[in-house]
């Protein structure tokens, strides 16, 4: 069950630490790779020179260390692995986990992962039970982290019995493994279960008469890939689509609408959600009198005069109005010139978070094509995406918003 697998042991100064030995044999035994990251507590304990004998690996001690860090380096130890175990884990090392702090190359990793981390706590009973124990305890759960014990039994040292015994290696072999299964693998698959999001797309069209509509070139195929990919991720997602020639995303509750009025009407139907992802080219203007005959020529050779009025502005409506507005609002700004400077006009305008910014003049090809090259203009700087797949910025901007929410 754990062939393969990339582990990084994260071993704390605690008695426990003989049964980390052991650990890491089991772990091995099953098919995983296993890296070791010893605490300077630790080694009062045991030697890095045991652990790497046991790990056939180096075994990682140093935060500052020249030649680690043009290796590996700690970034890439917190991230290049499936799982990170901290076996024993010392109370001293939870308050640390606990508070972000990143003294030594153990916290530096644990603060740096992404990946799951699972705890084996070890420790004298009075030590466990004590408030600030638990309370780092709660907080680690509440960021997500997984435990595995403690346990209720003789204490290695002095006698003493309780609860805090670190578990048996062979228990935290099982976490693991029941780790890597099910749970974070499923977590890390649909990082937006739970979420709400609404996603416009296309175009609208303004009607001038019965026959005839004001249009532009948006194909929806950007709008479409994020409702798409966010459905992928386990959003519930209601699509607002204008007239566009795609099929509805699958997994999406989709709301077909003509123009700008229709879907201010179905945005609003659609929130509250987490999440807004205003994607579509929304006529700026509308005709102010919409024929209800087909307008004919009249003979005089002079084309009729139309007169146009200012559509809603679907963007600003929602930013601005608090009961409808989303944790995070994302706006999309098509420009053909001056990109940056209108893409950061809107953001503060209209009372987003996130412009997608993209330069659609016709030589980009980007109005209905099939690639996509954009810039994510928040409040803290601006990000510059290189030329992809419209598919791939959908993929991209949904593991964004869903690192976004994470943090919120
Ligand atoms: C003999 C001895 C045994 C210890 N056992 C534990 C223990 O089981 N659990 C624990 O949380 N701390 C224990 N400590 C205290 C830790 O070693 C101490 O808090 C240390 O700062 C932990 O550093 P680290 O978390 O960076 O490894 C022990 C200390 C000594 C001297």
Redesign the pocket.
């Known amino acids: 069950m754990l062939t393969g697998k990339r582990i990084v042991l994260v071993i ?5 630490c003989y049964k980390s030995l052991d650990l890491i044999r089991r772990l091995r035994e099953r098919g995983a790779r296993v890296r070791a990251v010893m ?4 080694q009062k304990f045991i030697t890095p020179l045991a652990v790497g004998a046991l790990t056939a690996d180096k075994v990682y001690t140093e935060l500052f260390d020249r030649e680690a860090e043009q290796d590996v380096g700690h970034i890439r130890l917190a991230r290049d692995t499936d799982l990170i175990i901290v076996a ?1 884990a ?4 939870m308050a640390k986990m606990a508070h972000g702090i990143a003294d ?1 190359l ?1 916290t530096a990793v644990l603060l740096a992962t992404d990946r799951p981390v699972l705890v084996a706590p ?3 009973p009075k ?1 466990w039970a004590n408030p600030a124990t638990l309370r780092n305890v709660e907080t680690l759960k509440r960021d997500g982290r997984h435990f595995v014990g403690p346990n209720r039994g003789e204490m290695a ?1 002095s006698g003493e019995a309780g609860l805090g015994r670190m578990s048996e290696p062979l228990e935290i072999v099982a976490a693991a493994g029941a780790l890597l299964r099910s749970g974070s693998q499923a977590e890390a698959a649909k990082p937006l279960a739970g979420r709400r999001i609404v996603i416009t797309s296309g175009p609208t069209h303004e009607p001038i008469d019965p026959v005839r509509y004001i249009a532009n070139r948006s194909s929806g195929k950007q709008g479409h890939a994020i409702a798409a990919a966010a459905a992928a991720a386990g959003a519930e997602v209601t699509l607002v689509a204008g007239p566009v020639n795609l099929p509805d995303p699958q997994g999406v509750t989709v709301v077909h609408v003509e123009t700008a009025r229709e879907m201010l009407a179905a945005v609003k139907t659609a929130l509250p959600a987490d999440v807004a992802v205003m994607a579509a080219a929304v006529a700026d203007w509308r005709v102010a009198s919409e024929g209800g005959q087909k307008i004919k020529k009249d003979g005089s050779g002079k084309p009729p005069s139309l007169e146009f009025v200012e559509n809603p502005d679907i963007l600003a409506t929602v930013g601005h109005d608090e009961a409808l507005r989303p944790k995070l609002l994302v706006g999309f700004a098509a420009e053909t010139q001056n990109v940056l400077e209108n893409a950061q006009g809107k953001l503060t305008r209209k009372r987003a978070d996130w412009i997608v910014a993209n330069d659609v003049s016709a030589t980009t090809g980007i109005m209905g094509g099939d690639a996509n090259t954009v810039r994510i203009v928040s409040a803290s700087g601006i990000e510059d995406w290189p030329s992809m797949d419209k598919q791939e910025v959908a993929v991209r901007l949904v593991q964004r918003i869903a690192d976004h929410l994470k943090r919120l």
Do not use: K
Request: no cysteine; hydrophobic share 45%; aromatic share 0%.
């Open positions: 704390s100064g605690g008695i426990a605490t300077a507590g630790s024993p010392t109370a001293n090392l030594d153990a070890a420790m004298n030590m040292e």
